[in-house]
């Protein structure tokens, strides 16, 4: 009868020894001779020539040796000592000292300054409430102090230049209704009549009606009286109206009577410089606790609402 032959173990694949650093040993490690001559279990049970004891142990001898290699090279490529627990418990005990170091710091910084008190964090405002705002602070003759100076820094990103000519004898009112139109019922949120016709849509949290920018760009046409037309669309990120067909918008924005802003950037930069010009401390602060309020509550929002619109798409 033939002998069955045995395959030298040092030429068998090792198996995964779950250490990274020994995958490249192992890949490197001989492999089986794909012309050898390997006897199949059937084969051998029908031989009668069990595998011997010593040669499994010739083979369990080889893999344990290999897991050891995998070890040592794995203790090698690492360069650093392990921490021991006094150097952690001192690492977090400089760590909680420097945090409480700092907590005082801030508490002496804010018996003078409050850094983390803000108005608008008080009663949140909503949609109307920040148009009553806005509305307040283009006022000329608001308590604010500065006369037509934020209402000129309004003017200038909107292409009507800054001349106190257009500001002077200037009236804003809210919820200004439209007339001279079908639809002469519309209520605009602020509109600021003066050498020029400026009206701010504010959607932070409403939805835009029917043909609703479309009425207010006519009503101001219909309005003009030789004077200059601006509406600003104002929203959290800056969105075009979905009542003017692309032609019309694109035309209506090309010759500067429509201006979609948002709050996060064109407003923001608006009150950015309405507080580097204004001379009142108390309104500076005001101003600061608005953009703050801006930064965060309202950038906040925007990321919800895309968020919810991408899981709706």
């Known amino acids: 009868m033939k002998e069955a032959k045995m395959q030298d173990p040092n030429s068998l694949p090792c198996p995964q020894a779950g250490h990274d650093a020994g995958i490249a040993d192992r890949e490197n490690a001989p492999r089986m001779s794909a012309t050898a001559t390997v006897t199949s279990p059937a084969a051998r049970g029908a031989s009668r020539q069990p595998v011997s004891r010593s040669e499994l142990e010739k083979f369990f001898t080889d893999i344990s040796s290999r897991m050891e290699l995998d070890e040592t090279n794995l203790s090698r490529r690492s360069s650093r000592p392990p921490v021991d627990q006094p150097e952690l418990e001192q690492f977090f005990a400089t760590v909680s000292h420097r945090v409480e170091l700092a907590e005082k710091k801030q508490r002496r910084i804010d018996k003078r300054r409050a850094t983390g008190f803000n108005v608008f964090d008080l009663f949140e405002p909503d949609e109307n409430k920040l148009s009553d705002v806005?509305?307040?602070l283009l006022d000329p003759k608001g308590g604010h102090g500065q006369g037509d100076?934020?209402?000129?820094?309004?003017f200038k990103p909107l292409g009507l230049g800054s001349d106190a000519r257009l500001t002077k004898d200037a009236t804003v009112q809210r919820e200004a209704p439209t007339h001279e139109i079908l639809k002469y019922r519309r209520?605009?949120?602020?509109l600021v009549e003066a050498g020029a016709l400026?009206?701010?849509e504010n959607k932070l949290d409403s939805l835009e009606q029917r043909d609703q920018v479309k009425d207010y760009l006519e009503h101001l046409r219909q309005s003009t009286r030789g004077r200059q037309t601006r509406l600003i669309y104002l929203t959290l990120d800056g969105k075009t109206p979905k009542s003017l067909h692309s032609s019309v918008m694109d035309q209506q924005q090309r010759i500067g009577r429509l201006h979609c802003w948002s709050y996060q950037r064109e407003l923001r930069a608006w009150l950015e410089s309405c507080r580097r010009d204004c001379q009142a401390q108390k309104i500076r602060d005001f101003l600061s606790d608005l953009?703050?309020?801006i930064e965060s509550a309202l950038k906040r929002q925007s990321e919800n609402n895309r968020e919810k619109e991408a899981d709706e798409n």
């Open 134 to 136: 806005l509305a307040g």
């Open 187 to 190: 209520r605009m949120d602020v």
């Open 291 to 293: 953009i703050a309020y």
């Open 198 to 200: 400026v009206a701010i």
């Open 149 to 154: 100076l934020f209402l000129r820094l309004l």
